[in-house]
């Protein structure tokens, strides 16, 4: 330092050294509480996972309206952790199967036009009343779901 250059009083130095030292200090312990919470969270999750009300364990679980599923139509949706299909017939019965095909696992939906269950993997194919192989290489039918119509709310699962 020569002497033409300005000095900074002493006290204004010591001030900004602390004010960074606190700070990479702070950051520190941040990083560390972080790590330890985000590794600890998939372990407490895994060993301990949420409770789930009756009604999504077994019990039977309210996925629509006969309005929301008019006749002819039928859509795909999670039933206790299972894909599920719920088909409305058009003449107005209501069925409910799995809708994971017995052949290799695939995701079914509906085939809307011909009225049956489709299996896209390997054109699997499955009657709407009843879930039987139509044809395609499933070797079994879709297991049904309980299904139960009440007022107008479809209910499946359950007993
Ligand atoms: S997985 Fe469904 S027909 Fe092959």
Redesign the pocket.
Known sequence: MTELEPREPQGEVEATNIGRRGFVRYLFGFSIVSTVVGVLTPVVSYLWPPSRSAQAVGGRVLVGTTADIPPGKATVLPVNDKPVIVVHTRDGQVRAFSAI??????V?EWEEKRQFIL?P????RFNALTGAVMA???PAPLPPVATVVEGGNIYVGGA
């Open positions: 095909c017995t052949h290799l696992g695939c079914c299996c993997c390997h054109d699997g395609g290489p499933p």
